[in-house]
C-alpha cells in the first residue's frame, strides 16, 4: 500500500512540476519611457534543432506584441539541422521589425545561414562565420539533390541583403576556390570577423553590446533580453532526433519489464517518465497538442484492457494505432518519428529477449521478475485426488454420455466413463482418479 502510495506521489509531483513550469522568463529592468526604443535580444546558441525554432518563433512574437523597434539576435552556434534552420530562416524573414544578426563567438555552417538572413551582421572581434557544408546523420556529404538545395539557400540568403553570393558558395562548396582568403578546393570558406567586414558579408564589429547599440544608433533604447526557460531547456533537449528514439526505447523498455514485475517498480517509474519527458518536450517546442497526449493515454488503456481480456483482439488493435498516432501527432517529422517509433520497437524487443533469457533468475532481476508459482509441493490444491476410491465399485445413477452420476455406497459422486455410453443402473467401478475427475468403467457381468 505503501509503494503505491509513493509511486501516486511521483507522478502527481512530476505532473505538478510540468504544469507549473514558467513557459518563458523575461529579463525585467527599469521600466522603458515612452522615447526610448525597444532593442529585443534573442540568443541562437547550441545546436540548432527544432526546439530553436520553436522558442525564435516565440521570441519574435512577443517582440512584436511588445512594439520592438530592432531584433538584436546573438548568435554562437556550431549548426545543426537543414529544416530548422530553413524555418527559422523564414520566420526572420517574413518579420517587419529591422533584425540584426550579432555573431559574438561561431556562426558556423547553420549558423551561418541564419546570420546571411538578417538585415545585418555585426560581428565581435574573434567571432567566425561559415563552414556551411550540408551533411548526413552519419557525418557525411549529403546527396547531389540535398547539395543543390542547400547552395541554392545560401546563395539566396546572401543576395537578400545584396552579398555576393559567391563567398556563401565558397562556404558549402568545396570545388569554389577564393585565392586571396586562402580557400582552395580542398577547403571551405570561414570568415573571421575582419575578413567579413572586407567582403561586405559584416557591416561592423563590435565588442559588446554597447559598441553594437552605438552602430545601430539606438545608444539611449531600453533593452529587453529574452531567456531559454529551464522549461524550454528541457523541451530543445527532448526535441532533439537523436533523444526521441532513446526516450522511446526507455518507455517502451520500461513498461514492458513492468508487466513482468510485482507491484510497480522502477522500471514502470523509468517508462512513464521517459513518456512524460517526450510529450512534455513536444508540447513545449509547439510541436504537440493536447489532442496528441489524449490520443496516447486513451491507446495506453486500451492496451491494459487487452491484458486482461482473454486474446488478442480490438482492443489490443486501437491500443496500439492509438500510441502510435499521439506519437505521430505530437512528432515534427512523420518520417524520422516513424524511424524513431521502428528503432525503439527494435531495441525493446532484443533488450527484453537477452533480458528474460539471460538474466530472469539471476541477481537483481530476480527481485524484479515475477517467478513465483503456485504447486501441490507449495501447499497450492485446486482439488484433492482421492486415490484411496480407485478400484471401487457402485451404480450408475445416471446415463453417462460419457459424463454423469454414479452412486457408491452411501455416497454421489459426478463421474466420467472411459469413453463410451453406459446406461443407467449399470454396475461401474472407479479406474482412475486426478483431482476432481473421476474416470469408471462399466463392469460387465460374467456369463
Known amino acids: 500500500m505503501r509503494r503505491n502510495a509513493r509511486m501516486l506521489g511521483f507522478i502527481a509531483c512530476i505532473l505538478i512540476a510540468f504544469l507549473l513550469l514558467p513557459f518563458q522568463l523575461l529579463a525585467q529592468g527599469e521600466m522603458r ?19 530553436l525554432e520553436a522558442f525564435l518563433q516565440r521570441s519574435i512574437t512577443s517582440a512584436v506584441e511588445e512594439g520592438a523597434d530592432h531584433i538584436v539576435l546573438e548568435i554562437n552556434t556550431p549548426g545543426g539541422r537543414v529544416d530548422a534552420a530553413n524555418n527559422m530562416a523564414n520566420i526572420m524573414r517574413n518579420t517587419e521589425i529591422p533584425i540584426t544578426a550579432y555573431v559574438t563567438n561561431d556562426a558556423i555552417s547553420a549558423g551561418a545561414y541564419i546570420a546571411l ?53 565558397a562556404m558549402a562548396d568545396r570545388s569554389i576556390e577564393i585565392p586571396e582568403l586562402g580557400v582552395t578546393s580542398e577547403s571551405l570558406l570561414t570568415l573571421t570577423a575582419s575578413q567579413a567586414l572586407e567582403v561586405g558579408y559584416a557591416e561592423a564589429i563590435a ?85 496528441a497526449i489524449i490520443l496516447f493515454v486513451v491507446g495506453f488503456l486500451l492496451i491494459l484492457v487487452e491484458v486482461f481480456v482473454p ?47 539471460y538474466f530472469g533468475t539471476r541477481g537483481p532481476w530476480k527481485k524484479m521478475i515475477l517467478t513465483d508459482s503456485t504447486s501441490s509441493e507449495k501447499g497450492y490444491i485446486s482439488n484433492v485426488t482421492r486415490s484411496e476410491i480407485v478400484g471401487l465399485e457402485g451404480e450408475s445413477l445416471t446415463p453417462l454420455r460419457p459424463s454423469g452420476s454414479g452412486v457408491f455406497g452411501d455416497e454421489r459422486l459426478d463421474v466420467v466413463s472411459e469413453g463410451g455410453y453406459i446406461e443407467r443402473g449399470r454396475k461401474i467401478k472407479v479406474v482412475y482418479t486426478s483431482g476432481s475427475r473421476i474416470v469408471v468403467r462399466e463392469v460387465k457381468a460374467e456369463s
Open 33 to 51: 519611457t515612452l522615447d526610448q526604443s525597444l532593442v529585443y535580444y534573442i540568443p541562437v546558441e547550441q545546436e540548432v534543432e527544432r526546439g
Open 117 to 169: 538572413n538578417a538585415d545585418q551582421i555585426v560581428m565581435a572581434p574573434g567571432a567566425t562565420m561559415g563552414s556551411a557544408a550540408v551533411i548526413d546523420g552519419a557525418g557525411n556529404a549529403a546527396d547531389e539533390k540535398t547539395q543543390s538545395y542547400w547552395l541554392a539557400e545560401m546563395s539566396a540568403a546572401a543576395e537578400l541583403n545584396d552579398r555576393d553570393p559567391k563567398y556563401a558558395l
Open 207 to 291: 565588442a559588446d553590446r554597447g559598441e553594437l547599440l552605438e552602430f545601430l544608433e539606438l545608444e539611449n533604447a531600453f533593452e529587453q533580453e529574452m531567456e531559454v526557460s529551464f522549461a524550454e531547456q528541457i523541451a530543445r533537449f527532448v526535441t532533439n532526433p537523436i533523444i526521441i528514439p532513446i526516450l522511446l526505447s526507455i518507455g517502451s523498455l520500461g513498461l514492458v519489464l513492468e508487466l513482468y514485475s510485482p507491484g510497480f517498480g522502477v522500471p514502470g517509474i523509468m517508462g512513464i517518465s521517459a513518456l512524460l519527458l517526450f510529450f512534455f518536450g513536444h508540447l513545449i517546442a509547439g510541436f504537440a497538442g493536447f489532442e
Open 311 to 357: 486474446g488478442f483482439g480490438i482492443f489490443g488493435i486501437l491500443g496500439i494505432a492509438g500510441i502510435i498516432g499521439g506519437m505521430l501527432l505530437a512528432s515534427f517529422s512523420t518520417a524520422w518519428m516513424t524511424v524513431s517509433i521502428l528503432i525503439s520497437a527494435v531495441i525493446t524487443t532484443v533488450v527484453s529477449i537477452i533480458t528474460f533469457r
